[in-house]
């Protein structure tokens, strides 16, 4: 019986299986002559089932089945022959030493049969049961299989040869010249043993062995370069799409390295005109997910992901719209050109293609098409599944960080979201996470938001939800304008709901006592005793402790322990917790000292829920799997998951602050100095493939700059000693003076060494230089055969980048809730300069280049460019002694000239208002 004509009434019966009993039947079974070929396709189809579900066999039992299923070779049924190879296949890992009484009968079926049911699956069998020494015996076999005219045979033996890589590389390589003519030459289906098929070019084997002949040349960047022009060339006649594909991601990776850019880069042009749509789609997708891809680059794809919009088919449409709403993420102007095209689609009959359409269309849509956009979200959130509903909420949380005044439209779009029924508990998280991001920052809109909640929490079934709700509504309602409204909702819980929520409940409540209103005051006295009989410890204890805290008089106590302002890293928390109780027994002789853990204001901490939540939105993709990312339910699962990580970002910069302040302590030159204000991320100085790779770091102290050299010499036969960075100052300012150099004694081969390079102040201001980097150090060679290392040196030095003191360094990110109220509050001490960004051609990159040089926090969405030709940065942070910082920097864009800016900056301090225009004014 043909492989094709399984029915479904085969298939295994329903229930559990008995192994022993499985384990007997095949003995018996297999040994019966003339031999059931049905009854034994049955039986091995139970007996893979129960080693796919982790059943084991003794040793002794796994031999009694090798030789069982080796009866069973002689018969000629093909499906069963089939199945007898996969449970070898399963079979090998019981019982390594009985593969050779059937390695002779799969070898018979590779070397003898014409069969291309038989052929092909003894290949994969035999891959699997030989180890590294039997695979030089059958080299002849695998050639010879892997340039067969049948697809079927030549890819069986391609991929059984990639599982070989592991355990015979070298014996593989040397079939490299038949896996090249495998991609190039044409194979016909095997068209006369299987009707069904007809003849035609073969896509699969192609596929393989381009892979194959990937992994036999991965170490090796020259040859990879090579392959990519020898199969991408006019005379390839490389017609399989499949290999097209493999092909275009093998070039997208060579390019994202580095070398050769701007030739792969026309090479991936040159797919997007393919007459195989999925070779077009594929080489659109590898552009624009390049590094640093330049508009210009970008254009040309998203031109060809363009017409694929209008396509009939279904399946081009939705992955054109797939690859745009992914970019739109991270350059929404760039797609905005698209939008006459995408949107039609959000009437597509495929609601996977209409979502995609409609966030998209968020992402790069301006204020005056905000409300249109939301009604028509409206209209169709109830016909598409929870996973892309959050997709869709996602998205226009995000345009509601961006157009603050369309704020009254979000909130009714929310708002009307939670009060329709149905939905999960991750569906309405979102949508209540999104009224959170409001709250936190978009001014004006709190008390709508909060009201919002309040109705919510009514008649919400989801635990989790309703303690964060009750948590916020204690932290922003007593702010609020009408607190006493929200008080009544809150007691309703401690009324109504289970104990987490009325020990939450109870916490939220006992922060309304805080507010500078005698009335509200005494009343939330009374709601709070009539918790000390609540049923549940945890509600008592906590309502007692609230009402100890506000009967004692001391106002700055109770707010300390009610309401307090900071609270403790708890990554760092964790860190330092997990480092104690790890050490040695001696450190548990003092108890753990708290005073380490740093504190974090809720200022500092919304700073960092709102980077983190901007880098969500760019890193997480919300296209499907494959070569696009994941599936809308696990996109949805990488936003809370992304959320969860990337908020500790402001953890991160403390922990790596925290090191370097050790490394700094632990050297007697440098303690001496204090505590360092700020360091510096690591600068590279030199390529990272050069004989001697430079990166530096600057630490900000007081009154002193340190900077740091770290240098890793690569070369494997040469040992530098006296190794010291000179660090000249270009303008021969005054303000910075070399105080000492603490150099490398010795650094060996492949081996890292630090120079610290220490800076005093001549000035009591925010110093900037920019240096004139010099690598000194002396030489000495290594004799190969001996390893010994030539007393004589030869003094040498190497130039390195310059390295650049800025406003930056001394300036870091800080959030506020209106950028407006205080530009205007700071007007009396402005300053302006100009400057022309030649290099830049693009906003979105002169835009990245802008805050990383100034390490301020963009507001307002502000980092998000909606127009090609003029925008407006908004940027606020502190000085590193607390001094506010705002600044405006307008810009616009020309193809001759490159980015035209004008820097506003505005402080309490004009110096520093000044620093930093004349900063932005020399880059």
Same mark, same amino acid.
């Given at each position: 019986?043909?492989?094709? *004509?399984?029915?479904?009434?085969?298939?295994?019966?329903?229930?559990?299986?008995?192994?022993?009993?499985?384990?007997?039947?095949?003995?018996?079974?297999?040994?019966?002559?003339?031999?059931?070929?049905?009854?034994?396709?049955?039986?091995?189809?139970?007996?893979?089932?129960?080693?796919? @579900?982790?059943?084991?066999?003794?040793?002794?039992?796994?031999?009694?089945?090798?030789?069982?299923?080796?009866?069973?070779?002689?018969?000629?049924?093909?499906?069963?022959?089939?199945?007898?190879?996969?449970?070898?296949?399963?079979?090998?890992?019981?019982?390594?030493?009985?593969? @050779?009484?059937?390695?002779?009968?799969?070898?018979?079926?590779?070397?003898?049969?014409?069969?291309?049911?038989?052929?092909?699956?003894?290949?994969?069998?035999?891959?699997?049961?030989?180890?590294?020494?039997?695979?030089?015996?059958?080299?002849?076999?695998?050639?010879?299989?892997?340039?067969?005219?049948?697809?079927?045979?030549?890819?069986?033996?391609?991929?059984?040869?990639?599982?070989?890589?592991?355990?015979?590389?070298?014996?593989?390589?040397?079939?490299?010249?038949?896996?090249?003519?495998?991609?190039?030459?044409?194979?016909?289906?095997?068209?006369?043993?299987?009707?069904?098929?007809?003849?035609?070019?073969?896509?699969?084997?192609?596929?393989?062995?381009?892979?194959?002949?990937?992994?036999?040349?991965?170490?090796?960047?020259?040859?990879?370069?090579?392959?990519?022009?020898?199969?991408?060339?006019?005379?390839?006649?490389?017609?399989?799409?499949?290999?097209?594909?493999?092909?275009?991601?093998?070039?997208?990776?060579?390019?994202?390295?580095?070398?050769?850019?701007?030739?792969?880069?026309?090479?991936?042009?040159?797919?997007?005109?393919?007459?195989?749509?999925?070779?077009?789609?594929?080489?659109?997708?590898?552009?624009?997910?390049?590094?640093?891809?330049?508009?210009?680059?970008?254009?040309?794809?998203?031109?060809?992901?363009?017409?694929?919009?209008?396509?009939?088919?279904?399946?081009?449409?939705?992955?054109?719209?797939?690859?745009?709403?992914?970019?739109?993420?991270?350059?929404?102007?760039?797609?905005?050109?698209?939008?006459?095209?995408?949107?039609?689609?959000?009437?597509?009959?495929?609601?996977?293609?209409?979502?995609?359409?409609?966030?998209?269309?968020?992402?790069?849509?301006?204020?005056?098409?905000?409300?249109?956009?939301?009604?028509?979200?409206?209209?169709?959130?109830?016909?598409?599944?929870?996973?892309?509903?959050?997709?869709?909420?996602?998205?226009?949380?995000?345009?509601?960080?961006?157009?603050?005044?369309?704020?009254?439209?979000?909130?009714?779009?929310?708002?009307?979201?939670?009060?329709?029924?149905?939905?999960?508990?991750?569906?309405?998280?979102?949508?209540?996470?999104?009224?959170?991001?409001?709250?936190?920052?978009?001014?004006?809109?709190?008390?709508?938001?909060?009201?919002?909640?309040?109705?919510?929490?009514?008649?919400?079934?989801?635990?989790?939800?309703?303690?964060?709700?009750?948590?916020?509504?204690?932290?922003?309602?007593?702010?609020?304008?009408?607190?006493?409204?929200?008080?009544?909702?809150?007691?309703?819980? @401690?009324?109504?709901?289970?104990?987490?929520?009325?020990? $939450?409940?109870?916490?939220?409540?006992?922060?309304?006592?805080?507010?500078?209103?005698?009335?509200?005051?005494?009343?939330?006295?009374?709601?709070?005793?009539?918790?000390?009989?609540?049923?549940?410890?945890?509600?008592?204890?906590?309502?007692?402790?609230?009402?100890?805290?506000?009967?004692?008089?001391?106002?700055?106590?109770?707010?300390?322990?009610?309401?307090?302002?900071?609270?403790?890293?708890?990554?760092?928390?964790?860190?330092?917790?997990?480092?104690?109780?790890?050490?040695?027994?001696?450190?548990?002789?003092?108890?753990?000292?708290?005073?380490?853990?740093?504190?974090?204001?809720?200022?500092?901490?919304?700073?960092?829920?709102?980077?983190?939540?901007?880098?969500?939105?760019?890193?997480? =993709?919300?296209?499907?799997?494959?070569?696009?990312?994941?599936?809308? $339910?696990?996109?949805?699962?990488?936003?809370?998951?992304?959320?969860?990580?990337?908020?500790?970002?402001?953890?991160?910069?403390?922990?790596?602050?925290?090191?370097?302040?050790?490394?700094?302590?632990?050297?007697?030159?440098?303690?001496?100095?204090?505590?360092?204000?700020?360091? *510096?991320?690591?600068?590279?100085?030199?390529?990272?493939?050069?004989?001697?790779?430079?990166?530096?770091?600057?630490?900000?102290? =007081?009154?002193?700059?340190?900077?740091?050299?770290?240098?890793?010499?690569?070369? =494997?036969?040469?040992?530098?000693?006296?190794?010291?960075?000179?660090?000249?100052?270009?303008?021969?300012?005054?303000?910075?003076?070399?105080?000492?150099?603490?150099?490398?004694?010795?650094?060996?081969?492949?081996?890292?060494?630090?120079?610290?390079?220490?800076?005093?102040?001549?000035?009591?201001?925010?110093?900037?230089?920019?240096?004139?980097?010099?690598?000194?150090?002396?030489?000495?060679?290594?004799?190969?055969?001996?390893?010994?290392?030539?007393?004589?040196?030869?003094?040498?030095?190497?130039?390195?980048?310059?390295?650049?003191?800025?406003?930056?360094?001394?300036?870091?990110?800080?959030?506020?809730?209106?950028?407006?109220?205080?530009?205007?509050?700071?007007?009396?001490?402005?300053?302006?300069?100009?400057?022309?960004?030649?290099?830049?051609?693009?906003?979105?990159?002169?835009?990245?280049?802008?805050?990383?040089?100034?390490?301020?926090? =963009?507001?307002?969405?502000?980092?998000?460019?909606?127009?090609?030709?003029?925008?407006?940065?908004?940027?606020?942070?502190?000085?590193?002694?607390?001094?506010?910082?705002?600044?405006?920097?307008?810009?616009?864009?020309?193809?001759?000239?490159?980015?035209?800016?004008?820097?506003?900056?505005? *402080?309490?301090?004009?110096?520093?208002?000044?620093?930093?225009?004349?900063?932005?004014?020399?880059?």
């Amino acid at each position: 019986m043909s492989a094709l *004509s399984y029915k479904k009434n085969d298939d295994i019966e329903s229930g559990a299986l008995d192994k022993m009993t499985v384990y007997q039947e095949c003995q018996r079974a297999f040994a019966e002559s003339p031999i059931n070929a049905r009854k034994c396709r049955k039986l091995l189809a139970k007996l893979i089932h129960l080693l796919t @579900i982790g059943e084991t066999f003794s040793e002794f039992e796994a031999t009694g089945l090798f030789i069982a299923v080796s009866k069973l070779f002689p018969h000629k049924d093909p499906s069963l022959r089939q199945i007898v190879y996969l449970a070898i296949k399963e079979l090998v890992p019981l019982s390594n030493n009985d593969v @050779i009484m059937v390695t002779s009968s799969i070898t018979r079926d590779v070397q003898g049969s014409s069969d291309l049911i038989y052929k092909p699956n003894a290949i994969r069998a035999l891959a699997r049961v030989i180890d590294g020494s039997f695979v030089q015996g059958i080299e002849r076999l695998m050639k010879t299989a892997i340039v067969d005219r049948h697809t079927s045979v030549s890819s069986a033996a391609l991929v059984s040869a990639y599982h070989l890589l592991p355990i015979a590389k070298d014996t593989i390589r040397r079939w490299a010249a038949e896996v090249q003519e495998a991609v190039t030459s044409q194979k016909n289906f095997p068209a006369v043993t299987l009707p069904n098929y007809a003849p035609g070019p073969a896509v699969l084997a192609p596929y393989h062995a381009l892979s194959l002949l990937y992994e036999l040349r991965a170490h090796d960047r020259m040859a990879l370069i090579k392959l990519i022009q020898q199969f991408s060339g006019a005379s390839a006649h490389l017609q399989s799409p499949n290999a097209n594909v493999m092909l275009i991601r093998f070039i997208a990776k060579a390019a994202n390295d580095g070398a050769h850019r701007q030739q792969l880069v026309a090479l991936l042009e040159r797919y997007l005109g393919h007459k195989s749509d999925m070779v077009a789609l594929e080489a659109a997708k590898a552009v624009l997910t390049l590094r640093d891809v330049s508009p210009k680059e970008a254009a040309s794809a998203i031109e060809s992901l363009r017409a694929f919009l209008a396509s009939p088919r279904t399946i081009a449409r939705f992955a054109a719209i797939r690859i745009l709403n992914r970019f739109a993420m991270t350059n929404p102007g760039a797609v905005a050109v698209c939008n006459a095209e995408i949107q039609p689609l959000i009437t597509d009959s495929n609601r996977s293609i209409a979502t995609y359409a409609i966030t998209a269309l968020l992402k790069t849509g301006n204020e005056a098409s905000v409300d249109k956009l939301v009604t028509q979200i409206s209209g169709f959130m109830s016909d598409i599944t929870d996973e892309f509903r959050i997709v869709v909420i996602d998205a226009v949380r995000s345009l509601a960080l961006k157009f603050h005044a369309k704020k009254s439209t979000m909130l009714q779009f929310f708002g009307n979201t939670l009060r329709n029924d149905g939905g999960s508990a991750q569906y309405k998280a979102a949508v209540v996470a999104a009224l959170f991001d409001m709250i936190r920052y978009v001014p004006d809109c709190r008390d709508t938001a909060l009201g919002i909640l309040c109705e919510f929490i009514e008649d919400c079934e989801y635990t989790e939800i309703v303690v964060s709700v009750l948590h916020t509504l204690g932290q922003e309602g007593p702010a609020a304008a009408n607190p006493t409204v929200y008080i009544r909702y809150i007691y309703n819980r @401690i009324v109504l709901e289970n104990a987490f929520i009325r020990a $939450a409940a109870v916490s939220a409540l006992a922060k309304f006592a805080l507010v500078d209103d005698t009335s509200v005051k005494k009343s939330v006295k009374v709601l709070l005793e009539r918790s000390l009989e609540d049923e549940t410890d945890e509600v008592r204890d906590r309502a007692v402790i609230a009402l100890k805290l506000l009967e004692s008089g001391d106002q700055a106590q109770a707010k300390a322990y009610i309401s307090p302002e900071s609270r403790f890293s708890l990554p760092i928390l964790e860190h330092k917790l997990a480092l104690y109780v790890t050490g040695s027994g001696a450190d548990f002789d003092t108890p753990f000292d708290m005073s380490s853990v740093p504190l974090i204001t809720d200022q500092e901490a919304r700073e960092a829920a709102l980077k983190a939540h901007r880098e969500t939105t760019e890193a997480t =993709p919300v296209v499907n799997g494959g070569a696009g990312g994941p599936t809308p $339910a696990s996109a949805a699962a990488a936003t809370t998951a992304n959320l969860a990580s990337k908020s500790n970002s402001h953890e991160a910069a403390i922990q790596r602050a925290e090191k370097y302040a050790a490394e700094l302590a632990a050297i007697p030159d440098l303690a001496a100095f204090g505590t360092p204000l700020k360091s *510096s991320p690591a600068v590279a100085l030199t390529e990272s493939e050069t004989e001697f790779v430079v990166t530096a770091i600057k630490h900000i102290f =007081p009154s002193h700059v340190v900077l740091q050299y770290d240098v890793h010499n690569t070369l =494997p036969d040469a040992q530098l000693s006296n190794v010291s960075v000179v660090a000249s100052i270009e303008d021969d300012s005054e303000e910075l003076v070399e105080e000492f150099i603490l150099p490398v004694d010795e650094l060996g081969p492949d081996s890292h060494g630090t120079v610290y390079v220490a800076l005093e102040k001549t000035e009591d201001h925010l110093a900037v230089a920019s240096f004139e980097n010099i690598l000194k150090f002396t030489l000495h060679d290594i004799n190969k055969t001996t390893g010994e290392v030539s007393e004589d040196g030869d003094e040498d030095e190497y130039q390195i980048e310059n390295l650049v003191l800025g406003a930056g360094d001394y300036l870091e990110g800080g959030f506020i809730g209106s950028f407006d109220h205080l530009w205007d509050e700071l007007a009396n001490t402005e300053a302006v300069d100009t400057a022309t960004l030649s290099e830049y051609k693009g906003l979105e990159e002169a835009v990245q280049f802008l805050i990383s040089q100034l390490s301020l926090t =963009p507001l307002e969405s502000s980092d998000e460019v909606t127009s090609a030709s003029t925008h407006t940065l908004k940027l606020f942070g502190k000085t590193l002694t607390g001094e506010k910082v705002i600044v405006q920097i307008k810009m616009a864009a020309s193809q001759r000239t490159g980015v035209v800016v004008q820097c506003k900056a505005r *402080s309490g301090d004009e110096e520093v208002a000044e620093l930093v225009a004349g900063f932005v004014g020399s880059l």
